[in-house]
C-alpha cells in the first residue's frame, strides 16, 4: 500500500461547480500536508498548506484535515477553466521527504 | 517562496554524451532534491541533500549522480545519456516556514536522449 492514496480521477467538473479531490495517507505521525497543482507539462506549485485539524481557506481553495481519520481533501470553489490540472497530495516521512500522491486529474468543462 | 533556477529548461543530445543539469537557489535553503516524472506520470525522487557535503539516493534509483558542494548549487550529472534517461527532471529546495518545511519547485529541465 502507498504511503499517500489519491484517485487518479479525471474528476470532471462543470464550471462553477466545487471541485472535491480526495486523499488519505498512512503515517499517523505526519503533522504537515500540502497540496500541490501540477499543469500539463509545469512543475509542481504549492497552492496549500495544512497543519491541524479543521479547514483552512485561501480564496477560493479550502483544505481539509483529520488526522484521526487520517484524510486531507481539497475543495476548489467556483471551479474555473484555469483549475484544469492535476492536483497532488504531499505528506512528509519520518526524515522530512516528501511522499507524494499518484495525483488526481481535475477538467473543468464550460 | 523560493526562486529556483534550472538550466538549460530542454536539452537534446545524442547516446553517450555526458550532461550536467544546473540547478541553484538563492534563499540559504539547506534541503534540496531532484525529482524525476514522466508525462502523465508519478514524481520520482531520485537525489536529495540536507546540506553542503550530504547526498543522498532517492526512492526511485538513477544512473545519474549529484553533488553539494556550494548551499545554492545542486547539480546532476548523467556520464552517458541512454534514451531511457528521457524524462522530465525537476529540482526543488524546503524552507521552513512556522515550524514545518515547505518544498518549492524548479521550472524542470525536459530531457529527451535521441
Known amino acids: 500500500q502507498k504511503e499517500v492514496e489519491q484517485n487518479s480521477g479525471p474528476l470532471s467538473v462543470p464550471e462553477g461547480a466545487i471541485a472535491s479531490l480526495n486523499c488519505t495517507y498512512s503515517d499517523r505521525v505526519s503533522q504537515s500536508f500540502f497540496w500541490y497543482r501540477q499543469y500539463s507539462g509545469k512543475s509542481p506549485e504549492l497552492i496549500m498548506s495544512i497543519y491541524s485539524n479543521g479547514d483552512k481557506e485561501d480564496g477560493r481553495f479550502t483544505a481539509q484535515l483529520n488526522k484521526a481519520s487520517q484524510y486531507v481533501s481539497l475543495l476548489i470553489r467556483d471551479s474555473q477553466p484555469s483549475d484544469s490540472a492535476t492536483y497532488l497530495c504531499?505528506?512528509?516521512?519520518?526524515?522530512?521527504?516528501?511522499?507524494f500522491g499518484a495525483g488526481t486529474q481535475v477538467v473543468v468543462t464550460p | 517562496e523560493a526562486d529556483i533556477y534550472q538550466t538549460p529548461r530542454y536539452l537534446v543530445i545524442g547516446t553517450g554524451k555526458k550532461i550536467t543539469l544546473e540547478c541553484s537557489q538563492t534563499m540559504g535553503h539547506d534541503k534540496m532534491y531532484w525529482y524525476q516524472q514522466d508525462p502523465g506520470m508519478e514524481l520520482h525522487l531520485i537525489h536529495y541533500?540536507?546540506?553542503?557535503?550530504?547526498?543522498e539516493k532517492g526512492d526511485l534509483s538513477s544512473e545519474s549522480t549529484v553533488s553539494r558542494i556550494r548551499t545554492e548549487h545542486f547539480p546532476l550529472t548523467l556520464e552517458s545519456a541512454r534514451p531511457s534517461h528521457t524524462s522530465q527532471y525537476l529540482c526543488?529546495?524546503?524552507?521552513?516556514?512556522?515550524?514545518?518545511?515547505?518544498?518549492?519547485f524548479g521550472p524542470g529541465t525536459r530531457l529527451t536522449v535521441t
Open positions: 526543488a529546495s524546503s524552507e521552513l516556514n512556522r515550524g514545518q518545511y515547505e518544498q518549492y
Open positions: 541533500s540536507y546540506g553542503v557535503n550530504s547526498t
Open positions: 504531499a505528506v512528509p516521512d519520518s526524515w522530512g521527504k516528501l511522499q
